[in-house]
């Protein structure tokens, strides 16, 4: 059972700092000393040198780049929107791979560049067959 908890903030009406002290600290990022790499300009320059040569991705961007599953060019269609034909040519139809998303609803034929296994099971399992090029 979820207890309904009133915020802090509540408990700080009438209280104009709100627990920052100066009225001018609860202002933006100033408190925290600036947002993401603030704190690398005047005075640290000092110490970019020896930063830059232990640690040379702290400037710029950096991070975790997700990966991509399919070639941009790929065009790939699920089993569940293949059209209700029992024989079906995707590469004619333009779609270059065959995921198992979806059960079979007939017995396909189909033709296709590229297909998953699990697919392939899917619409053997159906009492169809796959052929791939």
Known sequence: MTVNRRKKLSRYRGYST????SKKKG???????????AGTGKRAQQKKPGLLKENPDYFG????????MYKKDD???NIKDLPEKQEVNLTE?????????GIPKLKYKITVSNCSKKAKEKIEKAGGQVITK
């Open 93 to 101: 139809l333009g779609y270059s791979k065959l995921l198992s998303e």
């Open 61 to 68: 961007k950096y991070g975790f780049k997700r990966p991509q």
């Open 27 to 37: 202002r933006g990022a100033g408190i925290r000393g600036g947002r993401g790499m």
């Open 75 to 77: 065009r790939i269609i």
């Open 18 to 21: 709100h627990g920052y002290g």
